[in-house]
């Protein structure tokens, strides 16, 4: 099982990056996905997640309206498009697969917002 991010990196505030997350060795298509964050002496925190089939999604407060979520069962892979950056938004970001049973994760990728 791999579930690889990319995308991360250094971004002006205002900015916008799009996160990725391949996934093998699993049945993508019957996992809940999700991105989590984690800031540097902060608790780790759901971002966003998307249900199997794509059909729904719920954001955490502080990203609704900036960040949207979506997959593509096809290609095994989930996004995060992140718009309207902003300095808190700094952390790593990990993407996980889940069922009832079992949840896996990613090693992150790094997302650093600054001037």
């Known amino acids: 099982v791999q579930l690889v991010e990319s995308g991360g990196g250094l971004v002006q505030p205002g900015g916008s990056l799009r996160l990725s997350c391949a996934a093998s060795?699993?049945?993508?298509?019957?996992?809940?996905m999700s991105w989590y964050r984690q800031a540097p002496g902060k608790e780790r925190e759901l971002v966003a997640r998307v249900t199997a089939a794509g059909g729904s999604t719920n954001y955490a407060d502080s990203v609704r309206g900036r960040f949207t979520i979506s997959r593509d069962n096809a290609k095994n892979t989930v996004y995060l498009q992140m718009n309207s950056l902003k300095f808190e938004d700094t952390a790593v970001y990990c993407c996980?697969?889940?069922?009832?049973?079992?949840?896996?994760w990613g090693q992150g990728t790094q997302v650093t917002v600054s001037s």
């Open positions: 060795g699993f049945t993508f298509s019957s996992y809940v």
């Open positions: 996980s697969a889940a069922t009832q049973y079992k949840v896996y």
